[in-house]
């Protein structure tokens, strides 16, 4: 049984099984920075983390994580408040407009 951490509201469907059948026990952090905090003091197993936000997170030369397999891929998301919702559909077309043209792959490029 591994503790497994990941930010509070993300949701990971390719590990509701593990989950569900006990193999992982779920933690919840209030971010990224806090997860990997939390797996350098020893205090949980691992965190799901986008490689990209990990890789932004963590400072060049005092890398001391292993980067595990993806299991997963998903489309960008963010976290909104339920008082915006009704800015989604804007928001969303935003995103979409952003990957088509090359942008979002740009800004990635730029924090690697």
Do not use: C, Q
Not at 93 to 111: C, M, N, Q, V
Request: proline share 4%; hydrophobic share 45%; no cysteine.
């Amino acid at each position: 049984m591994k503790l497994l951490g990941a930010v509070t509201g993300y949701v990971y469907p390719a590990l509701k099984p593990k989950f569900a059948d006990g193999s992982l026990i779920g933690f919840d952090a209030k971010n990224e920075r806090a997860l990997l905090d939390l797996v350098a003091g020893g205090r949980i197993d691992g965190a799901v983390i986008t490689k990209a936000v990990a890789e932004y997170l963590i400072s060049p030369g005092r890398n001391r994580f292993h980067f595990g397999t993806a299991f997963d891929r998903l489309p960008l998301s963010i976290r909104l408040h339920k008082n915006y919702a009704r800015l989604l559909p804007a928001i969303n077309r935003a995103l979409r407009s952003l990957e088509a043209d090359g942008t979002l792959e740009r800004i990635y490029a730029k924090y690697r």
